[in-house]
């Protein structure tokens, strides 16, 4: 089955500064990357995706890449700001509605 | 934060009992799904199932129990085979392909003692 590898565990930064989140996979059936933000009590939610048949993906302040040769994939946020503390997964599923989730980061955002 | 609701919120069992975590979607969903959410380890996959009357186990199905008789409900079955149940247990649905966004409920804390 899947396995997904998602690094730092923790990852402290200054407001402002840019955060990158990093994440390997080894299925290489996997077509489809969804990142998801769980903010403190809250459920988690989707903020960025990406398919394999692209490499990258912008959204305002976050922008997602994808190495489909090297089965690794990042999350990066720039300027970042106090709201955006919190845990995000990132998450790999070769299609037939499973997905498997990496073990989270935890940002925080120090202004 | 509607759509998808899991009640309760949190729920108290004593060892050896099972106890059934309830999640139910207006969201006219065929998918659902069950996650396991434990301190570093991520979401972790109990069960799934596509479409009614159907489901598949997860990573973690063992001590887990799962039916689907309605499209709208996926409730889920803490049987006392289950040698850790303390856990926070998230229930979620996904729209149809290619994408299969993933909405969560808010969760049930479930303490085990």
């Known amino acids: 089955g899947e396995n997904v590898e998602q690094h730092p565990s923790t990852l402290s930064v200054q407001e402002g500064d840019s955060a990158v989140i990093k994440c390997t996979y080894s299925?290489?059936?996997?077509?489809?990357f969804p990142w998801y933000k769980q903010e403190l009590g809250k459920r988690p939610q989707l903020i960025i995706d990406?398919?394999?048949?692209?490499g990258e993906k912008k959204d305002q302040r976050i922008a997602v890449t994808l190495n489909k040769t090297a089965k690794h994939f990042s999350l990066h946020i720039t300027e970042t700001q106090p709201e955006d503390s919190a845990v995000y997964f990132c998450?790999?599923?070769?299609?037939?509605?499973?997905?498997?989730f990496g073990i989270g980061t935890k940002l925080q955002v120090i202004p | 934060d509607g759509g998808i609701t899991q009640s309760p919120k949190y729920l108290f069992r004593k060892e050896g009992q099972n106890v059934t975590l309830s999640c139910e979607q207006n969201?006219?969903?065929?998918?659902m799904y069950w996650y396991r959410q434990d301190p570093g380890q991520g979401l972790r996959l109990i069960y799934y199932?596509?479409?009614?009357?159907?489901?598949q186990k997860g990573d973690i199905a063992e001590g887990y129990s799962v039916s689907r008789e309605k499209k709208e409900s996926f409730p889920l079955t803490v049987t006392s085979a289950q040698k850790n149940p303390t856990a926070f247990y998230l229930c979620?649905?996904?729209?149809?392909?290619?994408?299969?966004?993933?909405?969560f409920g808010p969760g049930t804390r479930l303490t085990v003692t």
């Open positions: 979620a649905s996904s729209t149809p392909g290619p994408n299969y966004e993933q909405y």
């Open positions: 299925d290489s059936a996997s077509n489809y």
């Open positions: 990406i398919r394999s048949n692209v």
């Open positions: 998450a790999a599923s070769p299609g037939y509605q499973k997905v498997t």
């Open positions: 969201l006219n969903h065929d998918a």
């Open positions: 199932s596509q479409i009614v009357n159907d489901f």
